[in-house]
Nanobody
Framework: VQLQASGGGLVQPGGSLRLSCAAS????????MGWYRRAPGNQRELVAE???????NYGDSVNGRFTISRDSAKKTVYLQMNSLKPEDTAVYYC?????????????????????WGKGTQVTVKG
């Protein structure tokens, strides 16, 4: 699977950005898919994700400001980021965990692995 992220950039505090991440490959399904970020000097942290049950999880620092959505048919997730703050400045990474493929009988086989896209830089600066 390849994860192609787009939509980062420079925005002023209070502004908005929308990130997209599309998964490509012969994929049956993906158990969890979402976004992480790493700011300089910090560890990578969860931003938002869809769980295997279809629910969403958000990092505490973005809850209420960011919204994750998806187009399952396109195997794409989106991250709408509103009310951006300078502390949201980071490299944002798309993540897909446990990608499932069909075997010759159509049975899904899941790899149980983490897959990462190349990061996209988000800079919030006045």
């Amino acid at each position: 699977v390849q994860l192609q992220a787009s939509g980062g950039g420079l925005v002023q505090p209070g502004g908005s950005l929308r990130l997209s991440c599309a998964a490509s490959g012969t994929i049956f399904s993906i158990k969890t898919m979402g976004w992480y970020r790493r700011a300089p000097g910090n560890q990578r942290e969860l931003v938002a994700e869809f769980t295997s049950g279809g629910s969403t999880n958000y990092g505490d620092s973005v809850n209420g400001r960011f919204t994750i959505s998806r187009d399952s048919a396109k195997k794409t997730v989106y991250l709408q980021m509103n009310s951006l703050k300078p502390e949201d400045t980071a490299v944002y990474y798309c993540n897909a965990n446990s990608v499932c493929y069909s075997d010759t009988y159509g049975t899904p086989i899941c790899d149980g692995e983490d897959h990462w896209g190349k990061g996209t830089q988000v800079t919030v600066k006045g």
